[in-house]
């Protein structure tokens, strides 16, 4: 079974393994009282990627480790700053299909191959408190490289790795970096033993994927645009792990990611060819949609039980709980299960193909070439009038179905609105900002008001379910009736977010 672990580090230049006496003394920083000699491990690792280094250039690794005490299959994952997720697996011959599966959107589906084999002798040390708790270990690893791709060669180096404790504090790790420089310590330039194997045996950097195409001219609105779109990719590429293993709130960050990236090739077609984004537009949607059911179902279960656990308890009438808590259990697996179905899927991996080939080539249309003030600007507008648009023709409808399926238009046209304004804020500045911002409150106002909507659907359902079986209804009923005044107390709400939003001074700010 897999085991996922959190590991913060920092890595340095070393002189050598044997003779430690250019390590300048850490005691008395950062809270170390001493460092303790903890022993070698001789460790043999072989990693695997694609020919074409696809993890690698993801800031991915996947090995095979013998040795130590950690002995087995480690994938390891960026996150922010020094961190990195390792998932563990016990050692086996083959790569365990629970790695494989965690790096599709990294590979695509391309096959796995030995890459690098790494022999290290690690002097580990620990860095301990006055009470002999550990803070971080401290290691000095002397490599030994060899590449397993073709016309590479042997390299060997050694370096020095801090990597923090469970749960220590993040400062101790700034407070060892700056005693090591004090002591001419330098820090790597290459992220990962992995990554310096592979420039130090001969593999050019060329084979790394995901460079951007030359021809974006730099400061440009396709070279905005297309910091954006890479963000977005990268963003659903980082999330799939996570989505995988139903980490909470990753299917709504990866639905979010591909929203984004529908609404940004929509609104910049005079950036980026239409012929060749509106395809992966169709596809973006489905993915959307395929995780649509799971994150609806989230917000819509969490809706429910808050409601009822509201509720003085005297107003519980009936097996509610336990009603509620069947009907989610069988609603939530078949969402999971169709989320799993999607990213297993030969469509979802030719979705990731064809973001791929979007950053590596886009298709650049004249004006990606133009300045980017007035090439934002236009799309900006065009999305916000639409979207005002919206808003003015639900807000004339009298309260009833209509009005509420009007709202959930604007609500859609809020968020392309909200969404086109990001990759403006780099040329445009605060007129973009304070837009987006404001469009966002009326887009929760929006959402709130079609999550009772959805809410007083299911409250229908449920209530008709328990009463067939003679079970009262008077709770269910109860619920309706307080989604209806919060969804009154919306519609209250929303020509006050809305006053805000369409107010001329920001559309004339826009343009000026």
């Given at each position: 079974m897999a085991q996922s672990t959190r590991e913060t580090e920092r890595k340095y230049e070393a002189p050598t393994a044997d003779d430690t006496s250019w390590l300048p003394d850490l005691a008395g920083v950062g809270g170390i009282a001493s460092v303790a000699d903890r022993g070698t491990d001789d460790l043999d690792a072989v990693y695997y990627d694609t020919v074409d280094l696809r993890l690698t250039g993801a800031s991915a690794t996947l090995r095979r480790r013998t040795g130590g005490a950690d002995a087995g299959w480690h994938l390891k994952l960026p996150l922010s700053g020094d961190s990195r997720e390792e998932v563990r697996v016990p050692l086996s011959d083959t790569i365990p299909d629970d790695l494989r599966d965690l790096v599709i959107s990294r590979t695509r589906g391309a096959e796995l191959r030995p890459v690098v084999r790494l022999r290290t002798e690690r002097h580990k040390h620990e860095l301990v408190d006055t009470d002999g708790n550990a803070l971080a270990e401290l290691s000095i690893d002397a490599v030994e490289a060899e590449s397993l791709l073709p016309g590479a060669t042997r390299a060997s180096w050694t370096e020095l790795e801090v990597e923090l404790a469970e749960d220590a504090d993040p400062g101790l790790l700034r407070a060892v970096d700056k005693a090591l420089r004090e002591g001419d310590v330098e820090r790597l330039s290459a992220p990962s033993k992995l990554a310096r194997a592979l420039e130090e045996t001969a593999v050019s950097a060329s084979r790394l994927p995901g460079a951007r195409a030359e021809r974006v001219v730099e400061g440009s609105a396709g070279?905005?645009?297309?910091?954006?779109?890479?963000?977005?990719?990268?963003?659903?590429?980082?999330?799939?792990?996570?989505?995988?293993?139903?980490?909470?709130?990753?299917?709504?960050?990866?639905?979010?990611?591909?929203?984004?990236?529908?609404?940004?090739?929509?609104?910049?077609?005079?950036?980026?060819?239409?012929?060749?984004?509106?395809?992966?537009?169709?596809?973006?949607?489905?993915?959307?949609?395929?995780?649509?059911?799971?994150?609806?179902?989230?917000?819509?279960?969490?809706?429910?039980?808050?409601?009822?656990?509201?509720?003085?308890?005297?107003?519980?009438?009936?097996?509610?709980?336990?009603?509620?808590?069947?009907?989610?259990?069988?609603?939530?697996?078949?969402?999971?299960?169709?989320?799993?179905?999607?990213?297993?899927?030969?469509?979802?991996?030719?979705?990731?193909?064809?973001?791929?080939?979007?950053?590596?080539?886009?298709?650049?249309?004249?004006?990606?070439?133009?300045?980017?003030?007035?090439?934002?600007?236009?799309?900006?507008?065009?999305?916000?009038?639409?979207?005002?648009?919206?808003?003015?023709?639900?807000?004339?409808?009298?309260?009833?179905?209509?009005?509420?399926?009007?709202?959930?238009?604007?609500?859609?046209?809020?968020?392309?609105?909200?969404?086109?304004?990001?990759?403006?804020?780099?040329?445009?500045?605060?007129?973009?900002?304070?837009?987006?911002?404001?469009?966002?409150?009326?887009?929760?106002?929006?959402?709130?008001?079609?999550?009772?909507?959805?809410?007083?659907?299911?409250?229908?359902?449920?209530?008709?379910?328990?009463?067939?079986?003679?079970?009262?209804?008077?709770?269910?009923?109860?619920?309706?009736?307080?989604?209806?005044?919060?969804?009154?107390?919306?519609?209250?709400?929303?020509?006050?977010?809305?006053?805000?939003a369409s107010d001329p001074a920001l559309r004339k700010a826009l343009k000026d």
């Open positions: 070279d905005l645009l297309l910091g954006y779109v890479e963000n977005q990719v990268r963003t659903v590429v980082d999330l799939d792990p996570a989505v995988r293993r139903n980490v909470p709130d990753s299917v709504h960050q990866m639905r979010v990611a591909c929203r984004r990236l529908r609404s940004v090739l929509r609104s910049y077609r005079s950036v980026l060819d239409r012929e060749a984004t509106d395809p992966v537009r169709e596809e973006l949607r489905w993915l959307a949609g395929e995780l649509s059911v799971e994150r609806d179902h989230e917000v819509l279960q969490k809706r429910l039980s808050s409601g009822v656990e509201a509720l003085p308890r005297e107003l519980v009438m009936g097996p509610v709980t336990a009603r509620l808590q069947a009907w989610h259990v069988t609603k939530d697996s078949e969402a999971r299960t169709r989320t799993q179905e999607a990213l297993a899927s030969p469509r979802y991996v030719a979705l990731l193909d064809s973001l791929a080939d979007l950053v590596a080539q886009p298709p650049l249309r004249r004006k990606a070439a133009r300045e980017p003030k007035a090439v934002t600007a236009k799309a900006v507008l065009k999305e916000y009038d639409r979207f005002a648009g919206r808003v003015r023709a639900a807000l004339e409808l009298s309260p009833g179905t209509d009005r509420d399926k009007a709202l959930h238009q604007a609500r859609k046209a809020a968020k392309k609105a909200r969404y086109v304004t990001e990759p403006a804020r780099a040329s445009l500045g605060k007129p973009a900002q304070r837009l987006g911002k404001r469009v966002k409150a009326v887009q929760k106002v929006l959402g709130d008001h079609q999550d009772s909507v959805v809410a007083r659907d299911e409250l229908r359902r449920l209530a008709g379910a328990a009463g067939t079986v003679g079970e009262a209804s008077f709770t269910w009923g109860l619920l309706y009736g307080r989604e209806q005044v919060s969804a009154r107390e919306r519609q209250r709400e929303l020509p006050g977010v809305w006053a805000r």
